[in-house]
């Protein structure tokens, strides 16, 4: 009873503005939106079958907040009173989905339309007793999310107020309960309620504070920023394959270098890369230059539509903190290319405790590496057989990646780039200058062929071309 009364008291302090129970509505008037203009037919198609039903439905969200920004919206979601049992009964092309929240996939071929249930907030302690409904942990983490509510319930619930917008197609007019129409105008990201204890429920609407921020330009809002840096640590109780998702969303939506440098000011890299983490505060300006760089590639290719990997991303934003392990292998006797394996294996499987990177992307980022301590090994038939390889173009195309960021290779590089497009009769000269070079400089070398190598200390440096 004591706790309740706590807390009882406590929630007027922790609310940043009162909730708004009558929305501010923009008529056809005071907005741009059209149920015929850049919104998908199946999108209107379930809203209006859904209130032909008698239920209320409406566009809701991001799409709601894109095409206020004139930006092209990357897909429709709908919030509905409909349960989602209610909502599956209607369509037979859709499929209820998800035990922490619950909802529903209405499927027009390869385009997915989400309706979720209108949802309320979390009842307060002891009130919450259905855990089939609703589950936090200690931290106050909301680890199953269904309980249902009204229209204004659901606003209130959710996360930022550009994202709590309801269209409602038939009158073509939007409702706006957060005044995210305001924030929108005036380029803020601000959480509805009070910022820490809406990070305490779901750590990961940091991550998308910074993701929207990066996407559309907006400032995250003081208040919403002020307990970011102190609660990033949370990120941790996220599970790995929840986390893996969010990066994808992060680093692949074309603004990965402006989603990266939030990252770091509000210190929410270290929890998501702690070992890249620890190698920036090491070699900063090496590891910057490298990561930063690789992000700027991968928005460009998404610029032009060309495809991305995760695998290259995570083998980029991994890299720094690889050499360092392949040193202290090799100072214990390891020669370079089984040190590079097992530092790999090492550092992979301390990642995927963080982001559970699937095996179909970290057997690919090994490769990558792999082809690092590969490559400079180009005498006689390797380097066709290396050219001929499938992970060829990724080895290359990140090693020109690492000479960007100021690894020594000895012009590496620009040979494999002169190989490629090389005639066979020129490749032959190449290969035939690469071995002169190599027994005018080392004839003792050649003596000690097969005999125990000798390596530096720095994996990122290419090893001699007799080996």
Known sequence: MLKKLFQTLRLPLRRAR??????????????????????????????????????????????VRDLLLDLEPKDFDVATNATPE?????????????????????????????????????????????????????????LRDNVYGTLEDDAQRRDFTINALYFDVTAERILDYARGV??????????????????????????????????????????????????????????????FDEVLKLFLSGYAERTYQLLLQYDLFAPLFPASAAALEQNPEYTHRLIRQALINTDERIRLGKPVTPAFLFAALLWPALPARVARLQEHGMPPI?????????LISEQCQRIAVPKRFTIPIREIWDMQERLPRRIGKRADLLLESPRFRAGYDFLLLRESAGDDTGGLGAWWTAYQ?????????????????DAGEGGQRKRRRGGRRRRGSNAATPVSDDQ
Do not use: W
């Not at 929108?184 to 204890?197: K, T, V």
């Not at 305490?200 to 919403?224: C, N, Q, S, W, Y």
């Not at 089984?338 to 090492?346: G, I, K, M, N, V």
């Open 421 to 437: 497009e090389a005639s066979d009769s020129v490749r032959r000269q190449m290969i035939r200058e690469l071995s002169s070079k």
């Open 86 to 142: 209610q909502v599956r009964a209607e369509f037979r092309n859709a499929r209820v989905i998800g035990r922490r929240f619950k909802l529903v996939h209405v499927h027009f071929g390869r385009e997915i339309i989400e309706v979720a249930t209108f949802r309320a907030q979390h009842p307060q302690g002891d009130e919450e007793v259905d855990s089939a409904q609703a589950a936090r942990n200690e931290s106050g983490r909301i």
């Open 182 to 243: 305001h924030d929108i105008r005036n380029r803020l990201i601000r959480l509805i309620g009070d910022p820490e204890q809406r990070y305490l429920e779901d750590p990961v609407r940091m991550l998308r504070a910074v993701r929207f921020a990066a996407k559309l330009g907006f400032e995250i809002e003081k208040h919403t920023a002020a307990p970011i840096p102190k609660l990033a640590p949370m990120l941790r109780e996220i599970p790995p394959a929840r986390l």
């Open 338 to 346: 089984p040190a590079l394996q097992e530092a790999a294996h090492e």
């Open 18 to 63: 009162p909730p708004r129970t009558t929305p501010e509505v923009l008529t056809s008037r005071q907005h741009p939106l059209r149920r015929g203009q850049r919104i998908s037919r199946h999108a209107v198609s379930v809203v209006e079958r859904l209130q032909q039903a008698g239920y209320q439905a409406y566009l809701v969200g991001g799409c």
